[in-house]
């Protein structure tokens, strides 16, 4: 059962539950962050789609010049990068921890991808409350864009939690390039 999995503690050789994915983006200085390497790869995710943001932010604020736009891009295809490294990263943990039943259904992004998908929701969740949690000191109030956001932001952590449970029990093995 996906909950029984979510709030039991984990080792560092586990598939670590959503739970403990999104202390890792709300909170840098988690302790599980620092004793997972997927925790660790995930808050800097987060921290590279927050610089992503706010990097097309400046470029497509009113006015902007041509030269900063060009910078920004710069600094965007730079940052995707980096997030490339993050989700290999990921996959190289996934390929060294987790063993595979043979015939179980294949998923078909890897847990990097996934993990990435999230980090870049959680993003864009906290920018529709005003920018990032530690950025602002009181929650804004909730309009559309941002229930819609949030809800978003929650079925792809439904999603990550099925995804797992289905991988620990077998059913689901996740591709490693």
């Known amino acids: 059962m996906p909950t029984q999995y979510a709030q039991r503690s984990f080792g560092a050789d586990e598939l670590p539950p959503a739970a403990a994915l999104l202390r890792a983006f709300r909170a840098p200085d988690d302790a599980d962050r620092h004793r997972h390497d997927v925790l660790q790869a995930a808050q800097e995710l987060v921290e590279c789609h927050d610089r992503r943001h706010r990097a097309l932010e400046r470029a ?30 990921i996959d190289a943990w996934v390929d060294a921890h987790i063993q595979h039943r043979a015939g179980a259904s294949l998923h078909t992004e890897t847990l990097g991808a996934v993990i990435d998908r999230i980090a870049e929701k959680w993003v864009a969740a906290q920018y529709s409350l005003g920018g990032m949690v530690t950025m602002r000191p009181h929650p804004l109030q909730v309009d559309g864009e941002a229930h819609l956001q949030w809800t978003k932001l929650a079925e792809l952590i439904d999603g990550y939690q099925d995804l797992i449970t289905d991988v620990i029990e077998h059913r689901r093995r996740l591709p490693v390039w």
Not at 62 to 85: F, K, M, N
């Open 60 to 89: 497509h604020a009113p006015g902007a010049a041509s030269t900063h736009v060009a910078v920004c891009t710069q600094l965007v295809e730079g940052i995707d990068a980096e997030r490339a490294e993050w989700i290999g990263r």
